[in-house]
C-alpha cells in the first residue's frame, strides 16, 4: 500500500505562485508515475500534471505555460509550481501515484484564488 500526503494548498491572490508538495511511501518511488490532478465545485476532476519515473511530463492544456510539475526521488517528493494564478484555478488538488497498473490518492489539498 502507497501512502500518499499533499501540503502546501492555500489562499493565494490573482497572479500570484503557490507551490504544493506530495510525497508517497515507498522504496521504489523512483519507478512511480506521479500526477496532480484537480477538482473544483461542481465540476469534474481533471488531469493537471503528470511526471513518469523517466521524467517526462505532461500538462492539462489549462495550465500549459504556468505550471511545472518535478520530483525529487531522493525525497520521495513530487512539486506542483503554479504560476500566474486565477480563479479558475480554486479547486482542491490531489495527488496520484500510479504503480503497478494501481492508483493511490491523497486527500487533497484545498487552492483558493482570491482577492
Known amino acids: 500500500q502507497v501512502q500518499v500526503e499533499e501540503s502546501g494548498g492555500g489562499l493565494v491572490q490573482p497572479g500570484g505562485s503557490l507551490r504544493l508538495s506530495c510525497v508517497a511511501s515507498g522504496r521504489l518511488f523512483a519507478e512511480y508515475t506521479m500526477a496532480w490532478f484537480r477538482q473544483a465545485p461542481g465540476k469534474q476532476r481533471e488531469l493537471v500534471a503528470q511526471i513518469s519515473g523517466g521524467g517526462i511530463t505532461a500538462y492539462g492544456d489549462s495550465v500549459k505555460g504556468r505550471f511545472t510539475i518535478s520530483r525529487d526521488n531522493a525525497k520521495n517528493t513530487v512539486y506542483l509550481q503554479m504560476n500566474s494564478l486565477n480563479s479558475e484555478d480554486t479547486a482542491v488538488y490531489y495527488c496520484?501515484?500510479?504503480?503497478?497498473?494501481?492508483?493511490?490518492w491523497g486527500q487533497g489539498t484545498q487552492v483558493t484564488v482570491s482577492s
Open positions: 496520484d501515484a500510479g504503480f503497478l497498473a494501481k492508483d493511490y
